[in-house]
């Protein structure tokens, strides 16, 4: 089993940052999973926002957030960050961490996986 539990959402204006944590625990999480953040806003699909290889040698972005998202992990504590910077209204979702056993070193939108966290909630106001 795997669990996941993000950590980070709130309330901040546009231009402002905030920074989500994913920590992972359970038997079943080891070294070669990766991990990704997904968020989905009212009335819209959940989509990708950015992941990162088992080694983070690996990384990707969602279009949308390029240049402003940075994702990070350190593989001591099992722990995934994504640091949001510059948010706009658009951003505002829930972000979901998810984890996926690939020991490959290369990650893109296509990030599949069962586990997903619950959830943490992002507010951007204008």
């Known amino acids: 089993q795997v669990q996941l539990a993000e950590s980070g959402g709130g309330l901040v204006q546009t231009g402002g940052s905030l920074r989500l944590s994913c920590a992972a625990s359970?038997?079943?999480?080891?070294?070669?999973?990766?991990m990704a953040w997904f968020r989905q806003a009212p009335g819209k699909e959940r989509e990708f926002v950015a992941a990162?290889?088992?080694?983070?040698?690996?990384?990707a972005y969602a279009d949308s957030v390029k240049g402003r998202f940075t994702i990070s992990r350190d593989l001591f504590t099992k722990t995934a960050f994504l640091e949001m910077d510059d948010l706009k209204p658009e951003d505002a979702a829930v972000y979901y961490c998810?984890?996926?056993?690939?020991?490959?070193?290369?990650?893109?939108?296509?990030?599949?996986?069962?586990?997903w966290g619950q959830g943490t909630q992002v507010t951007v106001s204008s």
């Open positions: 359970g038997r079943g999480f080891n070294a070669y999973y990766a």
């Open positions: 998810k984890a996926d056993y690939n020991p490959r070193p290369k990650v893109d939108a296509t990030f599949e996986g069962y586990y």
């Open positions: 990162i290889s088992f080694n983070a040698v690996g990384i």
